[in-house]
């Protein structure tokens, strides 16, 4: 049993360091999402984090637009937001369009993860409701209906 | 033979391999210095391939990854799975339906990929269920079983999902010969050879990947082993390994070990096919299931169908041929150039392999040796390239690394050879632990391995891993077969009991369009509650229907009141979540079938009949976020007849002052 565990040794030994030329190539080019990491110097509060530099809205409420928004927000967002400035899971809308930049609510909306880990205002309102608001799955037209209706919310004629 | 092959190998080897043989019992060590780094995927890296593996009588499929071995999945098939309330929900039930009911549980052997052009596509994965005769196709969009068909006339379905190379068919061989359906079954047991018929269905896969049997072929009544279709040059024939041609209907295991020779049954399917346009098939009443799921209602349907076409293998002369192989074979692999059919007798010393084109050359000069009921029986030395001598003990199962080589699994000696197609030389062989029985080679039974891993599915564990009582695991070892040598670099614990196994490499099923979550404004459920202000609880005689919301982190409604005893509450949940990962649970106190989980924008229904008056608290069993403990709800039940109205609501319902 001795010489047999010298022998191991031996093997062990040998292909340890006789198999250099086959070390494991590394397969897994695609690993998981790994954070961004971006310089918090360069987050700008007011635009947030997204693909939305600038949102034009018009001088007077799209009703059509407010009216299909509505539509969304009773499946995707009533169950946690209250039409009035009532916290219910997250923060009533009553007044989200004068606090916030129009752009500011299209990236969160659409973007919400990386918004809630960089935004001071989010971080903040996350330590009152305890719950990340999830992404809804809002294409970007649903996200600018939804916008119109709290506009409409919050009095926009 | 042992030391006569060590002779002639390395001296690396030698050492490994006298060791393992002076101590057999705990071979770990012949695990070189380098294993580890090759069987490591570093956290948050993924997985080189991914892993479908049977769960033998655990009835579902399990997904690891390789070279990690890491447990991806499991999938639920053919068993109720509690923990996902699959075959519990109302949704899923019709899933589990069979021409003899509702069956709870079944024994899934084999898995196998779909194909075009004979390489793995990553679009369906089949599974076969061996006791109540069935095939599944799981979609690897979503990982979900998609669409289950019952076999009729069959009995065992073992020779079962294998497929054409463009996926046009996935076949299934009975194991055990029966009567047929529309027969009277009622017989004495000893008149097998005169009743017992063994059918091979050929189910057609459409392009949606919907299954439906175009024909049945009726053979003889013997044990129809495994199978694999022919490719490349052998396309448009099937090989069916058949044991038991003795025909014996009791003690198999000697009265079905009487001859050298059984058979693998060649099928040329594309002659069926014509036999079938010139009307030869005749259509036969019999009953089977057929249930698909519907992504938009996230409900199955149970359809029973009454008509299969059946063509006779006697009749119909130049459909099936016989090829004589020793002894009772088991595994039945066709090589990725289509030329070479492997057969493995598992009583055998030796492993044929047959040429395709000299049985076709032996077909057209008729080179017979008589008939096997009414069957032509090919001359085995017409149909032979060669045979592989004294490879070891037990062959089973034979996969391919596409480098001109194959490797074969040895039970009785517990080890994978591997050999020369052409040659029929054993190059190496590898110990396993202990005696296996499959083995998968990614792409190992198509046109285009991927030979870089071998998987070896063992059928005994005993001391491999920390004791845990008389029942254990089972065991699986992974090895690097890039070399020359094959090279043993992990052992990792399996589900159930795995046999065959398939595996895709990881790009082709991640970038299939995987769906992450279900679009709500898709979702076509009859009961969805597509937003809390449409949740409601309905009465309709003694049916309640609860259409109820979950989102992160309440139910709406989680306050009822009105329901009484006697009467049927249906909890039809809506998840609105629409990000990926977040499902949430639904369970109630005394429910007697299980919990539901339910992915985002999907609905599932959970029955309740309540037997007891009371408080019944219902919650998330899915942790979703810091108030999930908060995510509860109460359901008041009152006595028949009670007068309290019926009542339903979220936030409103505030502590009573008095």
Known sequence: MYKLSLFIVALALFSSCGKKENATEDFSTGGAATEKTTDPSTYDPNRGLGKYSTVELGAQLDAAMAGEGEKIQSVKCSACHKLTDEKLVGPGWKGVTSRNKPEWIMNFITNPDPMIDKDPKVQAMLELCMVRMPNQSLSDTDARNVLEFMRKNDGVK | ?658
């Open chain 2, 1 to 658: 033979m042992k030391n006569k092959f060590l002779k002639a190998t390395l001296a690396i080897t030698m050492v490994a391999a006298l060791f393992s043989s002076c101590k057999p019992k705990n071979s770990g060590d012949v695990v070189s210095g380098d294993a580890a780094q090759k069987a490591y995927v570093a956290p948050g890296k993924y997985d080189e391939f991914y892993n479908f593996v049977s769960g033998g009588f655990s009835g579902q499929v399990s997904v690891y990854g390789l070279p990690s071995g890491r447990l991806l999945r499991v999938v639920p098939v053919f068993s109720v799975d509690p923990q996902s309330g699959y075959g519990f929900s109302e949704e899923t039930k019709p899933m589990l339906n069979t021409s003899h009911g509702f069956v709870p549980w079944d024994d899934q052997h084999h898995t196998e990929l779909s194909q075009t052009n004979g390489e793995v596509d990553g679009r369906w994965l089949f599974a076969n269920a061996n006791n109540t005769p069935r095939i599944a196709r799981l979609d690897l969009k979503t990982f979900k079983t998609a669409e289950i068909i019952e076999l009729p006339n069959s009995a065992g379905n073992h020779s079962s999902p294998f497929i054409t190379e463009n996926t046009e068919y996935v076949v299934a061989g009975t194991r055990f010969s029966v009567p047929s359906d529309n027969a009277n079954g009622d017989v004495p047991i000893n008149t097998y050879k005169k009743n017992f018929k063994g059918y091979l269905s050929f189910v057609k896969v459409g392009k949606e990947g919907q299954m439906d049997i175009a024909f049945q072929i009726e053979a003889p009544g013997v044990n129809f082993d495994l199978s694999h279709a022919g490719k490349g040059k052998s396309h448009g024939w099937f090989f069916f390994s058949c044991y038991n041609t003795e025909q014996a209907n009791t003690l198999l295991e000697v009265n079905a070990s009487q001859k050298d020779k059984d058979f693998i049954m060649a099928v040329n399917w594309k002659k069926a096919e014509e036999y079938i346009k010139a009307g030869k098939g005749k259509k036969v009443s019999t009953k089977y299931a057929h249930n698909t799921w519907d992504e938009k209602t996230h409900t199955a349907k149970s359809e029973i169908r009454n008509e299969v076409l059946v063509l006779s293998a006697k009749e119909l002369k130049d459909i099936c041929y016989m090829i004589p192989c020793p002894k009772s074979p088991h595994g039945c692999d066709v090589d990725p150039t289509g030329e070479y059919i492997v057969g493995s007798g598992k009583l055998a010393a030796l492993i044929p392999v047959f040429s395709f084109d000299k049985l076709q050359n032996a077909i057209k000069n008729k080179q017979f040796d008589g008939e096997y009921d009414g069957i032509p029986v090919v001359k085995y030395e017409a149909a032979l390239h060669g045979e592989v001598q004294k490879p070891g003990l037990g062959p089973l199962h034979t996969e391919f690394d596409g480098k001109g080589n194959a490797y074969t699994t040895f039970f009785v000696s517990s080890e994978v050879v591997k050999w020369d197609i052409k040659s029929l030389k054993v190059l190496d062989r590898v110990p396993t632990y202990y005696s296996v029985g499959h083995l998968c080679i990614p792409g190992g039974d198509s046109r285009k391995p991927f030979g870089k891993y071998l998987i070896a599915y063992n059928k005994i564990t005993k001391d491999r891993y920390l004791p845990t009582g008389p029942e254990l695991a089972q065991s699986a070892q992974i090895f690097d077969i890039s070399g020359d040598k094959m090279q043993l670099i992990l052992d990792f614990p399996t589900i159930g009991e795995p046999h065959y196994a398939q595996a895709a490499p990881a790009d082709l099923i991640r970038n299939n369009g995987q769906l992450k979550f279900f679009k709500i404004e898709d979702n076509k459920h009859p009961f969805a509650t597509k937003g809390e202000k449409e949740a409601k609880v309905v009465r309709n005689g003694k049916r309640i229907d609860v259409y109820m919301t979950s989102i992160r982190s309440h139910f709406a409604s989680d306050n009822i009141e009105g329901i009484k005893l006697g009467d049927e509450v249906y909890f039809h949940v809506t998840n609105l979540e629409q990000d990926w990962d977040v499902p949430h649970g639904f369970a109630i106190k005394g429910a007697d079938n299980a919990e539901l989980l339910i992915m985002p924008g999907e609905t599932c229904t959970l029955k309740w009949t309540p037997e007891k008056v009371g408080i019944f608290p219902f919650y998330c069993t899915d942790f979703c976020s810091a108030l999930h403990q908060e995510m509860q709800g109460y359901v008041r039940v009152s006595p028949a007849g009670s007068s309290v109205p019926l009542t339903f609501s979220l936030g409103t319902n505030l502590p009573a002052t008095k």
